[in-house]
């Protein structure tokens, strides 16, 4: 049986500022240090504490939806002033979509009106992961989740309940520096020790990490 994605974690300097910052921008319930939806997102916001500072881009971000460009620049417009900032992450300066970082430098962006492969999301229209075509295809079997997406070495899954996408790029990946900030958090649904020995034979590593390498917890 899948596991079940109990949470997208984000190692955080101060964990209880992006508690504020989050659960006001996304209006979602505080738990502790997660965030709860109230939405169809299906999957929470932890917030894990951490002395590393961040080092490099995110190999993962929220692409945010908009119904409207006014419905964009209210977006935008709320994010700054909850202590988001603009950043540069190589964007084209035509580009309709509009990239920010939350006060610790996580990296998100406020898609354009019009997106269709969007178009049936919620706000969190999806999780955008720098990652390669098997990794796609190992999130799809660890999950349970359908591929909705497979072209170019490009993969994009999706919770059978709806909710936001999670899409691989596909290559060139970016140079892994430091530890991994954003996770997975993974429940199992039954045993645990029978659960990590699928996750494995799926092409997990036994300290929990996906054929890319990228870190993941199972509870």
């Given amino acids: 049986m899948a596991s079940r994605l109990v ?24 738990d502790g240090l997660t965030l ?20 490099a881009q995110n190999r993962a ?19 700054l002033d909850l202590g988001a900032r603009h950043v540069d992450v190589g964007q084209r300066p035509d580009e309709p979509h509009v990239v920010l970082a939350d006060p610790e430098g996580n990296e998100f962006c406020v898609i354009e009106p019009g997106n269709k492969f969007l178009a049936d999301c919620g706000v969190i229209g999806a999780l955008a992961c ?7 295809y190992f999130w799809s079997a660890a ?8 072209q170019n070495e490009e993969t994009a899954i999706r919770s059978p309940h709806g909710g936001p996408k999670i899409t691989w790029g596909g290559p060139p990946l970016m140079p892994r520096v430091g530890s991994d900030r954003v996770r997975f958090e993974l429940e199992p649904q039954g045993d645990r020790q029978a659960e990590l020995e699928r996750l494995v034979s799926l092409g997990a590593t036994p300290d929990l990490t996906d054929p890319d390498g990228n870190a993941f917890s199972l509870t």
Wanted: glycine share 8%; no cysteine.
């Fill in 7 to 30: 949470a997208v974690s984000f190692a955080a300097l101060e964990p209880e500022r992006l508690v504020r910052f989050w659960g006001e921008f996304l209006r979602w319930e505080p």
């Fill in 36 to 55: 709860l939806p109230v939405d169809d997102t299906g999957f929470g916001l932890g917030f894990v504490p951490t002395e590393e500072p961040k080092r």
């Fill in 61 to 79: 971000h929220f692409d945010l939806t908009s119904t409207s460009l006014e419905d964009q620049q209210h977006t935008v417009a709320r994010a």
């Fill in 130 to 136: 720098d990652g390669s075509q098997e990794v796609g």
């Fill in 143 to 150: 999950l349970g989740w359908p591929l909705m997406w497979d």
